[in-house]
C-alpha cells in the first residue's frame, strides 16, 4: 500500500481487509505517520503527533488478530483527537496558551471508547483558541490550512480534524460542536461532519470552557457518511458522568444505510437560510436539492418562525455559560489570552442574566418550530455555510471576496461561518454535512441533512444515499507534489 491507495481508504473499506490479515494494522499507522510528517508542516493539522503510542496501539492489533480476536471495524484503524478533548498523558492546549503544558491524568468518555474499539490514537488535532472561533487562523498556533487550497481557511474550530480527514491524516476524528465547528469545516474541507443529537454522545474529558454544555456537542468528521456511522456506534451511549447524556436507546447506524429513500419527504426552511446564501453556494445547493429529488425524495417547504433571533440567542447562552471557566484564568492570566478573545471576555461579563433567560426562550421557541415541521417531513436539508473557503489572510481583516464582491465576515447578523449551523446547537437535533459541489474555484462545498431528536438512523440513511449517488466523495485533493513551504 502507498499514499495515493491511502488517499482512497476509508474504514468501512480498509476494516475488514485489516481484520482478515491483508493489511497490516502496523504497516497502515507507519504509512499515516509517514504522510502526516510529510505534510503536517504544509497544513498544520496536528499540534501532538502521538507516533510512539500509536505504534504500540497498532502492534497490540496485530497481535489481536493474529489470535483471532477483533473487536469491531475501528479496530487497528488510524483516528485522531481535538485538541480539546482529554488523551491521558497528551497535552491538551485547547488552542490556547494558557493551557500549553497542562497533560490530563485521564481519557474522555470517547477517547476510552475508541480504545476500547481497538482504534488507534494517531495524535491531538489544532483548533482555535479555546474553540471560540470559526476558521481555526490561531494566534499562537498558527493557522490550519485546506488540503483544497492551502491558502484557504479550513473553518473551525476542529480544522486541524477536517483537514486530518481530507488530506488522509487519519480516517476520521472526533471534534466539538457548539456553533458548527464539526459541520463548518467539514463542508469547506469536503468531507462528512455529523454533530449528533445533544445528549447522544458524552461531553465526559472535554476541555472546560470550549463550549457550554447546554449547546455543546462532540461529533465525528469521516470521509463518508459510511464511515461516520461506524464511528458513531462506537462512541455514542448513555455516560453517567455526563449530566447532559440521555439514557436512550442506540441502534446500529450502519444497518439501514442502504434502504432506500424514495418517497421520502424533505423539507426546505422558508427565508432564514434562502437569505445567507451567495451566489455560488445558492447554486449548488438547488442542484443538489434537484438532485434528491431525481432520488424519489418529494421536497416541501416549511416554516420555522424566530429563527431571526437565533444568533443573539447563541453569543448570550456561549459566552455566558463558558464564563465560570475562565474565571480563574481572567484573574491569575489574562495575558494568556488573544487579545481578541479577552475583549471578548470580559464584554461577556456585561451580559445580563435576563438576557440569557431570554435566549433560553427563544431557543424553546425555535425548536417548538421545528418539531411542528418535522410532523410533515422526515428530513430537512440547508446549506452548511453560505460561501466557499475564504483566504486565511483575509481571516485578519474580516473581510473577503464572495460573488466579486467584498463582504464583511461578521455583520450585525453575526459570525458568516456559523448562521446556518447554530440553529442546530440551539435546538439540538442531529445534523450531517455531506459534501454537495465545488464552486468554480474548486473549492468544496456542503449541505445539512437534518433530523428529528435521536433519529441519525434517517439523517445517515438519506446522506450515504445522496453521497453514493452523487459521488462528490471521490473527489481528492491533490496533496501529491506538498512539501514543507506553502506556497509550492
Known sequence: ??????????????????????????????????????????????????????????ERARQE??????????????VAIKDNIAVKGVPATAGSRTLAEWIPDHDATVVRRLRDAGAVILGKTHMHEWAK???????????????WDVTRATGGSSGGSAAAVAASLCLASIGTDSAGSVRNPAALCGIAGLKPTHGRVSLSGGVPGTGPGAINHFGVLAKTVEDSALVLNCIAGADPEDPYSADVAV??????????????????????????????VRQVFTEAVRFLGSLGIETEEVAVPHMELLPAAQACIARVEDMPDHDRYLRTRPRDYSPGMLRNLIGSLLIPGSAV????????????????????????????????????????????????????????????????????????LPALSVCCGFSPSGLPIGMQIVGRPFDEETVLRVGHAYERAAGWYERKPDLRDRTPGVGR
Do not use: W
Open 357 to 428: 433567560n431570554a435566549a433560553h426562550r427563544v431557543r424553546r421557541l425555535v425548536y417548538e418550530g421545528f418539531e411542528r415541521a418535522f410532523e410533515r417531513v422526515q428530513v430537512i436539508v440547508v446549506p452548511t455555510i453560505s460561501f466557499p473557503a475564504p483566504a486565511i489572510e483575509d481571516l485578519d481583516r474580516g473581510r473577503t471576496v464572495i460573488d466579486g464582491r467584498e463582504v464583511r465576515l461578521s455583520d450585525h447578523r453575526g459570525n458568516l461561518f456559523t448562521l446556518c449551523t447554530i440553529p442546530f446547537n440551539q435546538t439540538g
Open 133 to 147: 472561533s470559526s476558521h481555526t487562523n490561531n494566534v499562537f498556533y498558527g493557522p490550519s490550512r485546506n488540503p
Open 65 to 78: 488478530f493474529a489470535a483471532g480476536h477483533r473487536r469491531g471495524p475501528l479496530h487497528g484503524i488510524p
Open 1 to 58: 500500500m502507498d499514499e495515493h491507495e491511502l488517499e482512497k481508504l476509508t474504514i468501512s473499506r480498509v476494516s475488514h481487509e485489516v481484520s482478515s490479515g491483508a493489511v497490516s494494522p502496523v504497516a497502515l499507522t507507519r504509512l499515516v505517520l509517514a504522510r502526516i510528517e510529510r505534510l503536517n508542516p504544509v497544513l498544520n493539522a496536528y499540534v501532538t503527533v502521538m507516533r510512539d503510542q500509536a505504534l504500540a496501539a497498532a
Open 251 to 280: 441502534p446500529d447506524y450502519t444497518r439501514a444505510l442502504a434502504d432506500g429513500i424514495g418517497g421520502m419527504k424533505v423539507g426546505l426552511v422558508q427565508g432564514y437560510f434562502d437569505a445567507l446564501m451567495f451566489d455560488e
